[in-house]
């Protein structure tokens, strides 16, 4: 079993900031990829940042520029920093976990981000 806890949802206006993190524990043996997608009302999933083992990173196009992941491998842990905040940025927040030769990643229960005008 692998568990993932995200925590540092709220509530912020708009130009605000807030950190989420993730700890990944649990059967996570070649775990190589962590990170965040979010889910918009009436839209598709999408990327927001992955936090590769030994520090590379990739970004959604939306979020490139104001958000930041950073990573402890040791710890199977990650952080969103996500400053400029817009009420675009409104979602559900859902922490991934990929692993080599996984079918598929796992994931987090999600946590709520909502940023007000």
């Known amino acids: 079993q692998v568990h993932l806890v995200e925590s540092g949802g709220g509530l912020v206006q708009a130009g605000g900031s807030l950190r989420l993190s993730c700890v990944a524990s649990g059967d996570i043996a070649n775990l190589y990829a962590q990170g965040w997608y979010r889910q918009i009302p009436g839209k598709q999933r999408e990327l927001v940042a992955v936090?590769?083992?030994?520090?590379?990173?990739k970004y959604g196009d939306s979020v490139k520029d104001r958000f930041r992941i950073s990573g402890d491998d040791a710890k199977n842990t990650v952080e969103l920093q996500m400053n400029g905040l817009e009420p675009e940025d409104t979602a559900v927040y859902y922490c991934f976990a990929d692993f080599l030769g996984a079918d598929r990643p796992s994931w987090g229960r999600g946590t709520q981000v909502t940023v007000s005008s």
């Open positions: 936090w590769y083992t030994g520090g590379s990173t």
